[in-house]
């Protein structure tokens, strides 16, 4: 059964902060790895990490895959508090199976 | 473009009823996905569909069913409600240009009393 743990479950920082957090997966047939960001209802999609995209950046967020070892990371760098959210991880395997997500890890930052 | 829209936003109800939450997807998409959110468990896949045929199946008891019409919109119902089932439920939509990634609504917030 494909399988996806985060860690921390939940973080508490201080602004300015650089944050990592952590995704292992289990899957068969792996096609890619998701970052979401839940605010308050509706995840917002982040990043896709694929075979052919192992690395990924955008503004003060960076996300790496490591395809060997079974795990990504997300980086958050000078954290701000309106990056306070649950961050959801997601592995798809191929063939239109659904996206299976790891159960998210709380940020909180405070000024 | 309008995002995916669910509704209700939140819905109260009691042990033994029945409810229907509705999901419009983003324009153009074909498939749509649902999933139970709860504090304990995460994201748990119920159901997807896709030209109005259900493609996955999450672990769920039958009294959870959906299904989709021809214009991609999507409706989820759940019959003989237990106290468990109070959770947000999220519907997101995909289609092929976006790599398949999920566009998720803002849920509809569901509580068993």
């Known amino acids: 059964e494909d399988k996806v743990v985060q860690s921390p479950l939940s973080l508490v920082v201080h602004e300015g902060d650089t944050v990592t957090l952590n995704c292992s997966y289990e899957v068969t047939n792996f096609r890619s790895l998701l970052w979401y960001k839940q605010e308050k209802k509706a995840p917002t999609f982040l990043f896709m990490l694929?075979?052919?995209?192992i690395e990924k950046k955008s503004g003060r967020l960076s996300s790496i895959l490591d395809k060997k070892e079974l795990f990504s990371i997300l980086n958050i760098t000078a954290t701000q508090t309106g990056d306070s959210a649950v961050y959801l991880c997601a592995v798809e395997a191929r063939g239109n199976t659904p996206l299976v997500f790891g159960k998210g890890t709380r940020l909180s930052v405070i000024a | 473009k309008a995002g995916v829209t669910q509704t209700p936003r939140y819905l109260i109800k009691t042990r033994g009823q029945q409810v229907t939450l509705s999901c419009s997807p983003i324009s153009g998409h074909r498939s749509v996905s649902w999933y139970q959110q709860t504090p304990g468990q995460g994201l748990q896949f119920l159901f997807e569909?896709?030209?109005?045929?259900?493609?996955n199946k999450g672990n769920f008891p039958g009294r959870f069913s959906g299904r989709q019409f021809s214009n991609s919109r999507s409706e989820m119902n759940v019959s003989t409600l237990e106290l468990g089932d109070s959770a947000l439920y999220l519907c997101a939509s995909s289609s092929r240009d976006t790599g398949e990634k999920l566009f998720f609504g803002s849920g509809t917030q569901l509580s068993v009393l």
């Open positions: 694929t075979s052919s995209g």
């Open positions: 569909y896709f030209s109005e045929t259900q493609r």
